[in-house]
C-alpha cells in the first residue's frame, strides 16, 4: 500500500494528458505541417515563417514567466492562473478552425498558434510548480515521468482520434470539405475540447491555499520582490545557475525539433497529412515508453545523468536524421529518438523540483520556464535565418544539434547537489 500513489499525484498527471495534445497536434504534426504545405506560398517559407512566430512567441514567455510565477506564489493562486491559461490556450486553438488554406489567412493562423503557444507554457509554469505537492523528494522522477508519460499518451490518443475521426474519412461523417482542408483544421477545435475536457481534475485536487490571500495588486508587488531575491541569489548558487544555463540551450534545441520535427518530415520526404498522423502516433508511443520507463530508473540514477545520457543519444540519432535520404530509414532512427524525448524534459522537471525551496516552487519553475525560453527565440531564429539562406531544411534543421550539444556541455560541469 505504501507504494501506491495519491490520488492528487494521479489528478497532477493526468493534466498532461490534457495540455499534451496541444503540442503533439498544433505544433507538431498536424497543424504545423497543414501551415506549410496548405497555407503557406512554399514549404521553406512556412518553416522561415513558423519560426518567427516562435520566436516572437518565446520572447513574450520569456518575459511573463518568472514573473507570473513569483506573483502566484506571493499570491496563492496557481490554480486560478492555471485555469486561466489552460482556457486561454483552448480558445485561441479552437480558433485556428478559420486558418483556410490560402496565404491571406497566414497571418490570422500565426496569430493564434502564437497566442496559444503563450497560454500554453505559461500554464506549464503553474503546473509545474505543483509537482512537489504531489510527491516526496525520493520520488519525484517517477511521479514526473509518469505524468510525462501519460502526456505522450494523451498527445496519442488525441492523434489517433484526430486520423480515425477527421483526416481519414472520405467523404466525412461530419460533412468536413476536403478542398477547404476542413478535415485538418478540425483537429484545432478538438484539441481545445480535449483540454478542457481532461484538464479539470488537478484543479479540483489541488486547490488555492484558503483566504485570507494578498489582493492582486500586493501579490504582483510581493511576486516582484521575490523573483528580484531569487535572481540576486543566483551568483551564490553555482548548482542552480549552471543547470539553468545548460537548460537554456539544451531546451532551446528540443522546443526546435519539436516545432520543426513535422515540417521537416513534411517538406524533405513528401508526407501528406495521413503520414504526419501516422509517424507522430508512432513516435509518441516510443516517447511514452522512454519517458516511463526512465521514470521507473531516474529515482536510483539520478536526474542529472538521465538528462545527459537522454540528450547525448538525441545529438547521435538527431545527427543522423539530418543526413538519412532514406525515408524507411528515417522512421526508424526518428522513432529510435523518440525513446529519449521524454526523458531529458522530465527528468530536468523533476531535477529542478529538487532545487526549488518549500513556497516558492512556482518562482523557481518561472525561471525554470524562463530558462526555457528566454532565448526561445534563438533557435527557431537561427533555424529559419539558415533555412532562408540556404532554403534548404536540412540546413536548417541541422542548427538544432549545436544547442543539444552546448547544453550537454554546460551540463557536465554542474555538481550533484544532495537531497532534500
Known amino acids: 500500500m505504501k507504494h501506491r500513489l495519491p490520488r492528487k499525484a494521479w489528478a497532477w498527471a493526468l493534466y498532461d494528458w490534457a495540455n499534451s495534445a496541444f503540442p503533439t497536434v498544433v505544433s507538431t504534426f498536424v497543424i504545423a505541417a497543414y501551415f506549410t504545405q496548405g497555407i503557406a506560398a512554399s514549404p521553406a517559407e512556412g518553416q522561415a515563417l513558423w519560426g518567427w512566430m516562435q520566436t516572437l512567441a518565446g520572447i513574450v514567455i520569456a518575459l511573463l514567466s518568472p514573473v507570473l510565477g513569483a506573483v502566484a506564489d506571493a499570491g496563492g493562486r496557481r490554480r486560478t492562473m492555471l485555469l486561466l491559461c489552460t482556457v486561454l490556450t483552448a480558445v485561441a486553438t479552437a480558433l485556428i478552425w478559420f486558418a483556410k488554406p490560402d496565404p491571406a489567412h497566414a497571418a490570422w493562423a500565426l496569430a493564434c498558434v502564437g497566442i496559444a503557444t503563450v497560454g500554453f507554457e505559461l500554464g506549464t509554469v503553474f503546473y509545474n510548480s505543483m509537482l512537489p505537492q504531489v510527491a516526496p523528494p525520493e520520488r519525484l522522477g517517477r511521479i ?94 553555482p548548482t542552480l545557475a549552471r543547470f ?112 526549488a525551496p518549500a513556497g516558492e516552487a512556482a518562482a523557481y519553475f518561472g525561471l525554470f520556464a524562463l530558462s526555457g525560453r528566454v532565448t526561445g527565440f534563438l533557435g527557431p531564429a537561427v533555424l529559419a535565418a539558415v533555412t532562408s539562406l540556404t532554403d534548404n531544411q536540412r540546413a536548417g534543421m541541422a542548427t538544432v544539434l549545436a544547442f543539444l550539444a552546448i547544453g550537454a556541455a554546460i551540463l557536465l560541469t554542474v555538481r550533484e547537489r544532495p537531497r532534500a
Not at 477527421?166 to 466525412?172: A, E, I, K, N, Q
Not at 483544421?185 to 475536457?197: D, H
Not at 513535422?262 to 520526404?269: L, N, R, S
Not at 516510443?286 to 516511463?292: F, K, P, R, S, V
Request: with cysteine; glycine share 12%.
Open 144 to 237: 514526473s515521468g509518469l505524468a510525462w508519460g501519460l502526456g505522450y499518451a494523451g498527445g496519442l490518443a488525441c492523434l489517433l482520434l484526430s486520423l480515425l475521426a477527421l483526416v481519414r474519412p472520405d467523404p466525412s461523417p461530419f460533412g468536413l470539405d476536403r478542398a477547404s482542408a476542413e478535415h485538418v483544421r478540425a483537429t484545432a477545435p478538438l484539441v481545445a475540447a480535449w483540454m478542457l475536457l481532461f484538464g479539470w481534475p488537478v484543479l479540483i485536487a489541488l486547490p488555492d491555499p484558503p483566504p485570507p490571500r494578498p489582493a492582486w495588486g500586493a501579490a504582483v508587488r510581493q511576486g516582484l520582490a521575490e523573483i528580484g531575491a531569487v535572481l540576486r541569489g543566483l551568483p551564490h548558487d
Open 244 to 355: 539553468l544555463l545548460a537548460r537554456l540551450f539544451y531546451t532551446d534545441g528540443l522546443n526546435t525539433l519539436f516545432a520543426f520535427g513535422a515540417i521537416y518530415a513534411a517538406g524533405t520526404f513528401g508526407m501528406d497529412f495521413e503520414e504526419i498522423l501516422l509517424f507522430g502516433i508512432a513516435l509518441n508511443v516510443t516517447a511514452g515508453l522512454g519517458a516511463a520507463g526512465f521514470g521507473l530508473v531516474e529515482d536510483r540514477l539520478g536526474a542529472r545523468p538521465t538528462v545527459l545520457v537522454a540528450l547525448l543519444a538525441l545529438f547521435l540519432l538527431g545527427g543522423a536524421l539530418v543526413l538519412i535520404s532514406d525515408r524507411t530509414l528515417f522512421w526508424a532512427v526518428a522513432l529510435a529518438l523518440g525513446l529519449f524525448l521524454g526523458p531529458a524534459q522530465s527528468a530536468s522537471r523533476s531535477y529542478m523540483a529538487h532545487l
